[in-house]
């Protein structure tokens, strides 16, 4: 379950926070052109303890970079090349650590 809305601690005019229950974290997305950005990688956390790899090991044996991770863990953009890697690395689908949750489309006063 996802709930939406505003952050009270801290909320800039292109920014929106979502807080995914029951962690209770505050995932920031940046307005993109047509909304907001609505790819998350909750899953991938959870699909690296399934399958035992850890973070030290994406980067040390797989040679995943640091700041791809931290790109990750803060739902920015990655690359197609580096979601390739995740999957092969561990065998599974993009689904498996990627979701996507349609934006709601803006309303006229909401542009505003």
């Not at 790899?53 to 980067?59: C, K, P």
């Not at 689908?93 to 803006?106: H, N, R, T």
Request: hydrophobic share 35%; aromatic share 10%; net charge neutral.
């Amino acid at each position: 379950m996802i709930l939406f809305g505003y952050c009270s601690t801290y909320v800039k005019s292109n920014t929106v926070c979502i807080d995914t229950f029951p962690t209770s974290s505050c995932i920031w997305l940046k307005k993109g052109f047509k909304g907001f950005i609505m790819i998350i990688y909750n899953k991938l956390w959870k699909t690296l303890e399934k399958r035992g790899i850890s973070q030290y090991r994406l980067i040390n044996t797989y040679q995943i970079s640091p700041g791809q991770l931290t790109r990750l863990h803060r739902n920015e953009s990655v690359t197609t090349h580096t979601l390739d890697r995740l999957c092969d690395i561990l065998q599974c689908d993009l689904s498996d650590i990627v979701e996507y949750i349609p934006a709601k489309p803006e309303t006229d006063e909401e542009a505003l």
